[in-house]
């Protein structure tokens, strides 16, 4: 009796591990998360407008329908992205989640105080890369760290009213996110112009 | 064959209640965090970088976005002040003001998180586009048949959910008290 006992309490204290295991991993082996399900329709460092919410579309569960949403899923590893989203009439995020979609970073048209919201996402590795003298040009625009190499970037657009929704979805149609294909370059720049600022110097 | 018997048992019991307790706290979601105004119910912190663990879990098997913490916070609602279910063939009014937000906006779920189809494709309303009343407060009727004023049609289900959306707002993890939001009432007028 006293060891059926003990089996019922080993049990119970074992299925707490398995509790606790089981929470800790179910963000990893989930198969049909946002990311997921997201992965299949959207391109990989490009904006991918996401139909409107109504009530055939199942895509995410408690989309809102009164805002216009585009999304771009990024991979860091080729390089930084770029991110450039005009703001709409009324009002407009982006949203920026892991692959395990924790959303890490979230920005609205006010916070950014300008017509376009500008940002570049970089992995922590990136930004420490970065050239001292590119951090200061880099000061007016925002510099995101990324906590994983892939994400998504969930852009928004309100609509106020529904006939709004085409001026929406076209202020997110100019949006656009790609990988800084200027960064090798500008890392090889700076000697050259060194070259050229000890070149006029004899001359005078 | 006993020591046998005795460690599958204390097996099956582990595999039991860790998976049963997992499943119960991914889908009806846990306490940690919960700000709760009236019958709304919030979690600002899934919309941070600390989300708590079962929330993460909760997160990944619905298969969402949680709403970002610089973009807004998120109120769901699944029953009236009086703890009754929002029936879908009852009237129900919200009404009374939302806390202070750039932009707000209310929409009507299944409790699976589906848009309810209507014939007129209304499935909330923004802050832009409702009718208030001379002092600022509005109210909305959720209804199954045609009401005058702001009327959000239930299509009938028989159980669904409200969710209030706070765009650009003070409200999230430093929120606690019902002051820092007053959130609008939710009460059943009456059914059929």
Known sequence: MIRLVFTVIAGVLLGGVVHLVSVLALPRIASQDAYSRLSAITKLNAVTALPVADPGNTLMPYMDPAFATAICRYDLSGGPIKLAVPVSQAYTSVSFYTRSDVAYYAINDRSAGRKVIELNLMTEAQHADLPEDEDITAADRLIIDSPTSTGLIVLKALAAEPGLMPLAQASLAAASCKVQTDAPQAEAAPPPPAAKQTGPVPKR | ?192
């Open chain 2, 1 to 192: 064959m006993r020591l046998i018997f005795i460690t599958l048992l204390a097996l099956v019991i582990a595999t039991a209640v860790g998976l049963g307790a997992t499943w119960l706290t991914a889908t009806r979601g846990t306490d940690f965090g919960t700000l709760r105004i009236g019958a709304w119910t919030a979690r600002p912190k899934t919309g941070t970088a600390d989300v708590d663990p079962y929330s993460r879990a909760s997160i990944a098997r619905a298969g969402d976005l949680p709403i970002g913490q610089g973009d807004g916070v998120a109120f769901l609602a699944t029953t009236d002040d009086r703890k009754k279910p929002l029936d879908g063939r009852c009237d129900v009014v919200v009404s009374g003001v939302t806390p202070a937000a750039r932009f707000w906006t209310l929409t009507l779920y299944d409790l699976k998180g589906r848009l309810v189809a209507n014939s007129l494709q209304r499935y909330g309303f923004t802050s832009e586009e409702i009718i208030r009343s001379a002092d600022g407060t509005f109210e909305v009727r959720m209804a199954s048949r045609s009401r005058a004023g702001n009327w959000l049609p239930t299509g009938g289900i028989e159980r669904y959910a409200l969710m209030l959306r706070l765009y650009d707002t003070p409200v999230g993890v430093a929120t606690r008290t019902p002051r820092d939001a007053p959130m609008p009432a939710i009460a059943t007028a009456g059914c059929p």
